[in-house]
């Protein structure tokens, strides 16, 4: 499949967003707790082991890391409030107020399923509009009629979240300018 040649120059920007206080200290204490399993892990290569589980740690450490980034309430699975306890999330509600006051549309992507829907939860609370949400679960005829809805609809969902999985290729979602 060819890429259309009259699309504008994407324009990329590297935003950075700080953790929240509560975020910072979950991530010290997934370091803390994943060095203190390291350091087991070795003692026990050092004892004959296979040191596979070092590995593991750190692999496992990364992934919560990344949840925890993302947002305390996804990292912490206790479906407790969003507003205000994640840097990424408060910046990605900015973005979105932004773009959504000029009346662009918008595809918001995330590698986790659990973090999709709560982002479709928050964001449509947030701003007052339906937004999509497809994941791997979603059935293909209802995935088609999103993506239907979404191109073909101005006045539908603004907002459309997407599991990278799901969605990572072949969908045309050429409505979205954000």
Known sequence: ????????????????????PEQTTLYQAVVQEAMERIEAAEQEQAAGGSGMQRRGVVLSM?????????HPAQFLGDGSALPGRSGKLNRLGEMLEEALSVGDRALVFTQ???MGHMLQGYLQSLFGVEALYLHGGTPQKQRDRMVARFQQDRSGPPIFVLSLKAAGTGLNLTAANH
């Open 1 to 20: 499949e060819t890429i259309i040649q009259d699309l504008p120059d994407k324009l990329e920007m590297k935003v950075y967003c700080n953790l929240t």
């Open 62 to 70: 990364l992934l919560r890391l990344k949840q925890v980034c993302n």
């Open 112 to 114: 986790f399923a659990e």
